[in-house]
Each structure stands twice: as structure tokens, then as C-alpha cells.
């Protein structure tokens, strides 16, 4: 059996149950597997796994303290017949050693920290950078096997094939996301950015400001931004609130330009091609903005969280640039469109398949 454990929640957004339910979804098409098993800390994600048709086990911890949880886990796991992949920047070399004792162990890890499993994948564009990084590390923390680079990258299964995006003429929709949740308001402070350039204004064009299902700001937001027929004949950029987005691939693509925070939203924005501005909140998102912006010719805003006046501005003006130039984002639709091929997560549930069919002594 393949368990997953992932939480997702206001404080750490739902970048993690995302990506593992893109890997149960192609995990559960295996006819040698499953349907694979979440484990969460808190009821926080449940409805979202179940929505999506899996089964979730609530452990009712702290998904801050992830060694709590071990006795629970015990439990759970067949030592020779399962295994878990983990998804947590809450778990720490002491928990995967003991939960090794358990159950044959993947995890996912994205900062360049080795990490005593059987399987670690690091899916970013950035990461066979760190391979030495990796393998360097101390005896007992060296993963038994590495997967490194954006070839694992558990896109959603909407982003999963091509893509019939063109670049048009005019700028006129313009998105911005900061993923499952916002922890500084971002959303508003760009808005508000691009709302007072009077080019921009000049132009005409829609925002659309993407509220997450963990956004604790989504009413302050909503109010912040009435409903379209609200804001009057006068409103010079029109501003629409999203809330409850199910079909992000379709807003993704009717988008000339999407403002993102770094994350997986990056990677399913690029496969769709279309011309990105993205900008961070975290050192956890750090390298994957920088690396974009190093790989293309995407910019890289900086960090939210040190300077947001800073880069709302930098997001300005760089949208000022796509509005003026097609030429710019017609070369970052033929650059994005080949950082990532959707094959990811059928590749990522075939290697957690091969980790099942281990034979363990």
C-alpha cells in the first residue's frame, strides 16, 4: 500500500497536498497499486483529499511536531509490503530515521538537504544542482536513491498535456496568484501597485486576483474589490476576486500575463506558456524563483516578505514592459513552454511503484 502524509492548512498553503494528490491521481492509474492513503496531522485538508476521491487518516497532532506522531504510525505500517511518501518542511532527519524502521520511506525536498530515505525526489529546474550536495552529505543521512529535476514534476492533471496557447497582440487580462494562501496580503499590495500606474490604467486591463482555499485575507480582499458591477463605469482597471477556482487552467490560459509566487504554480503556468512575473515569499521558494529568472527571460521580483513595497514595483514595471513588448512575452512563451513536459507524476508514481515491489529482509 502507498500512504502519503502531507498537510495543508492557513499557515503553509496547499502546495503539498496538491502536488501528492497530482501523484495519488497516477498512482491510483497503475494497475499494480492502490488507490494510495493520506495521512494528515489535523482535519485541515480532509475534505480537499476526499474530494478528490482518496481516503485521508487524521492523525489529530500538531503537524509542527511530526515525532509525536510516530506511535500512530507504528500502527499503521507494513514494514514489507508499504511505503510513504512524505511531503513536509517539518520533518527532520530524527523522524525519517525512526520512520524508517517503520516503512519504506519517499520524500519530496526542495531546500538541498539529504535526507535518510529510500527515495528522495527533488523535482525543481534547479535541483541537479545539488546532486553533490546530496550525495555529500553525512553517511547516515545519504538517500538510498535521488530523482532529481523538473522531468518528476507532479504537475495537476489539467496541466498534464499541451497546451494551445497563443500570445495575443494586447495586454488585456492580467492574473495574480500567490498560491493556496496570501501571509502578508500581497495580493492587494500588487493590485493596488498596478492599479495606480496610469499606463496601465490606460490600458484597460482586467486583473484577476486568485483568493486560495487558505487565504486568510479573502474577506478583507473581497471587500477591498467589490463585485464587477460594483466598482462603476469609472473604474479604469477592472478587478476581479476569485474564490473557489476550479478550473485554474482555463484563467491560466485567457491570462496575457500571470503574476505568481514561486511554488508549483510557476511550473503549471510555464507549461501552459504563458508570459510570467514571479516573486517569493520564503527561502523554500527562493531557489525555484531564482532559477526561472537565471533559465529565462522571466523576472524574478524578489522577496515579498523583505521588501513588498519593493516588489510590487518591480512587478509594475515589469508589466509595463509586457504591455509595451510582444516581443518579450513571445520569448517567454517559447522558453517556459519547455522547462516542464507534465510527465512528472506518472513518472514519480512509477518509482514508488518500483519502491513497493522492493523485497525487504
Given at each position: 500500500m502507498l500512504y502519503i502524509r502531507a498537510d495543508g492548512n492557513t499557515e503553509i498553503g496547499m502546495g503539498h497536498v496538491m502536488r501528492c494528490l497530482s501523484v495519488a491521481e497516477a498512482a491510483a492509474e497503475l494497475d499494480c497499486l492502490q488507490p494510495p492513503v493520506f495521512v494528515t496531522a489535523d482535519a485541515g485538508c480532509r475534505a480537499m483529499i476526499e474530494d478528490r476521491g482518496f481516503r485521508a487518516i487524521v492523525l489529530n497532532t500538531d503537524f509542527r511536531d511530526m515525532m509525536s506522531e510516530l506511535p500512530q504510525l507504528a500502527?499503521?505500517?507494513?514494514?514489507?509490503?508499504?511505503?510513504?511518501?512524505?511531503?513536509?518542511?517539518?520533518?527532520?532527519?530524527?523522524?525519517?530515521?525512526?520512520?524508517?524502521?517503520?516503512?519504506?520511506?519517499?520524500?519530496?525536498?526542495?531546500?538541498?538537504?539529504?535526507?535518510?530515505?529510500?527515495?528522495?525526489?527533488?523535482?525543481?529546474?534547479?535541483?541537479?544542482?545539488?546532486?553533490?550536495?546530496?550525495?555529500?552529505?553525512?553517511?547516515?543521512?545519504?538517500?538510498?536513491?535521488?530523482?532529481?529535476?523538473?522531468?518528476?514534476?507532479?504537475?495537476?492533471?489539467?496541466?498534464?498535456?499541451?497546451?494551445?496557447?497563443?500570445?495575443?497582440?494586447?495586454?488585456?487580462?492580467?492574473?495574480?496568484?500567490?498560491?493556496?494562501?496570501?501571509?502578508?496580503?500581497a495580493t492587494a499590495a500588487i493590485a493596488d501597485a498596478l492599479c495606480a500606474d496610469k499606463m496601465i490604467a490606460e490600458q484597460g486591463i482586467h486583473l484577476h486576483l486568485?483568493?486560495?482555499?487558505?487565504?486568510?485575507?479573502?474577506?478583507?480582499?473581497?471587500?477591498?474589490?467589490?463585485?464587477?458591477?460594483?466598482?462603476?463605469?469609472?473604474?479604469?482597471?477592472?478587478?476581479t476576486v476569485h474564490e473557489c477556482v476550479a478550473d485554474m487552467r482555463s484563467l491560466i490560459l485567457q491570462s496575457d500575463v500571470v503574476i505568481s509566487a514561486a511554488g508549483s504554480t510557476i511550473y503549471e503556468v510555464s507549461s501552459a506558456g504563458v508570459p510570467m512575473?514571479?516573486?517569493?515569499?520564503?527561502?523554500?521558494?527562493?531557489?525555484?524563483?531564482?532559477?526561472?529568472?537565471?533559465?529565462?527571460?522571466?523576472?524574478?521580483?524578489?522577496?515579498?516578505?523583505?521588501?513588498?513595497?519593493?516588489?510590487?514595483?518591480?512587478?509594475?514595471?515589469?508589466?509595463?514592459?509586457?504591455?509595451?513588448?510582444?516581443?518579450?512575452?513571445?520569448?517567454?512563451?517559447?522558453?517556459?513552454?519547455?522547462?516542464?513536459?507534465?510527465?512528472?507524476?506518472?513518472?514519480?508514481a512509477g518509482q514508488l511503484a518500483g519502491l513497493l515491489r522492493v523485497e525487504v529482509g
Open positions: 500502527q499503521l505500517f507494513d514494514r514489507k509490503s508499504d511505503v510513504l511518501l512524505v511531503d513536509s518542511y517539518q520533518a527532520g532527519a530524527e523522524y525519517y530515521r525512526a520512520l524508517r524502521r517503520l516503512v519504506k520511506v519517499a520524500c519530496f525536498e526542495d531546500m538541498g538537504e539529504a535526507c535518510p530515505v529510500d527515495l528522495l525526489i527533488n523535482y525543481n529546474i534547479y535541483a541537479p544542482q545539488l546532486a553533490q550536495t546530496y550525495k555529500g552529505a553525512p553517511a547516515d543521512c545519504v538517500p538510498a536513491k535521488i530523482l532529481l529535476g523538473a522531468a518528476y514534476m507532479p504537475l495537476r492533471k489539467a496541466f498534464q498535456e499541451p497546451a494551445a496557447y497563443q500570445v495575443r497582440d494586447k495586454v488585456t487580462d492580467v492574473m495574480i496568484t500567490t498560491g493556496g494562501s496570501d501571509p502578508y496580503f486568485v483568493s486560495g482555499p487558505f487565504n486568510q485575507f479573502a474577506d478583507a480582499l473581497r471587500h477591498r474589490y467589490p463585485r464587477q458591477a460594483d466598482q462603476g463605469e469609472t473604474a479604469a482597471v477592472r478587478v512575473i514571479v516573486f517569493y515569499f520564503a527561502e523554500n521558494q527562493r531557489q525555484g524563483a531564482e532559477a526561472v529568472a537565471r533559465l529565462t527571460g522571466i523576472v524574478n521580483a524578489g522577496c515579498f516578505f523583505v521588501d513588498g513595497a519593493g516588489v510590487a514595483e518591480n512587478i509594475r514595471k515589469t508589466l509595463r514592459r509586457c504591455i509595451q513588448d510582444k516581443a518579450y512575452r513571445e520569448r517567454l512563451w517559447e522558453q517556459e513552454r519547455v522547462l516542464v513536459d507534465g510527465k512528472g507524476a506518472r513518472r514519480t
